[in-house]
């Protein structure tokens, strides 16, 4: 599967941003789509993730009750929305997928099989 991320961009802190994440070449079924975020200097951190078939989702704590992960069947995408953001929520942001991960490890990046590109994220103060 080929993802595309998109939506990235400049904004101020406080403001908000959805990121996509469009899928190609396969329709997701049983799949886990992740969004990891990385900022310079450090390393890859888990941000989101959702199941497709029953859209249980997760979040990493630095996101909790401000980013909402969802996903649309019908265009097999997969969105980020991302809230009252803060400075350091700057990053590159990747969404991957994997179809062997199980519920207990949809955060570890090692589980997905396929990255997109990734999008710049930047929040200014």
């Known amino acids: 599967v080929q993802l595309q991320a998109s939506g990235g961009g400049v904004v101020q802190a406080g403001g908000s941003l959805r990121l996509s994440c469009a899928a190609s070449?396969?329709?997701?079924?049983?799949?886990?789509i992740g969004w990891f975020r990385q900022a310079p200097g450090k390393e890859r951190e888990f941000v989101a993730a959702?199941?497709?078939?029953?859209?249980?989702?997760r979040y990493g704590d630095s996101v909790k009750g401000r980013f909402t992960i969802s996903r649309d069947c019908a265009k097999n995408t997969v969105y980020l929305q991302m809230k009252n953001l803060k400075p350091e929520d700057t990053a590159v942001y990747y969404c991957?997928?994997?179809?062997?991960?199980?519920?207990?490890?949809?955060?570890?990046?090692?589980?997905?099989?396929?990255w997109g590109q990734g999008t710049q994220v930047t929040v200014s103060s």
């Open positions: 991957a997928a994997g179809e062997r991960i199980i519920t207990s490890t949809q955060a570890m990046e090692a589980q997905y099989d396929s």
């Open positions: 070449g396969r329709t997701f079924r049983n799949h886990f």
């Open positions: 959702i199941r497709w078939n029953s859209q249980h989702t």
